[in-house]
């Protein structure tokens, strides 16, 4: 087990074009939970300390709501963000962009436990406890 | 598959988000301690050390079995599961929504 998970993607467009593509409630509303018979409703005040919530509905109208708030912007760079949902509470989210000529390459990055004071240290140790698991399971 | 609730899954990763929780964790995965083996290794008050260990109680990652006066802490190791497989299906999540903007950004013209 991982306390983050990774998801890389490079993507046909600039980096411009993609930050606009995530912080733009109007653009995002366009592509989030698109998935057939679903809609997202998405509200979001785009500045540090500014909040966002989604409201992502399921064919059977059944509503998942999904709210945070944004901690670091960096404009077509870097978009840090905390992450609630009816699964999780607190988590962190990091999106950065890599301008690769005209495409973009994203990487996010969704930490699940939250304390990077403390959490270096003893990661190493920590790994030992996720690799007996392994093990277990 | 044991289905988690979410305040299950809140107190799973509250627990591991301190260093010390994280640290008695480590030691009673290696073998069952009772809590005073486990307040001689650090610098603070046995009331502080059980509290810490009430709350690794509570999201299921330790264990204790009562003999007399004593308590015996091991570990359980399928709330890691659980939290685990949350974080498998954030991947699959986060998948399916570059899946989507990928498309979006294709489908649709750059304003400039």
Redesign the interface.
Known sequence: MNQELIVQRTLKADSARVFEALSDAKIMTQWFFAHPGWSANIENKFEVGGSFAINMKSPEGEVYPHTGEYREIVPNEKIVFTWNSLAVKDTLVTISLKSLEDQTELTLKHEFITDPDTFASHKEGWGCVLSNLDDTL | MVKYE?QE??NI?HA????TR??I??QV?QQEMTVNDIANHYDMSLPAVSKHIKVLMKAGLVIQKREGRVRHCRMD?QP??A??D??????AF?????D???????E?E??S
């Open positions: 979410t899954l809140d990763f591991l988000a301190h260093a994280r640290d964790i480590l995965a190791y890691l599961e939290a685990s949350v974080i498998q299906k954030y991947k986060w998948e399916d929504q570059f989507a903007l990928e498309a979006f950004l294709e649709t750059p304003n």
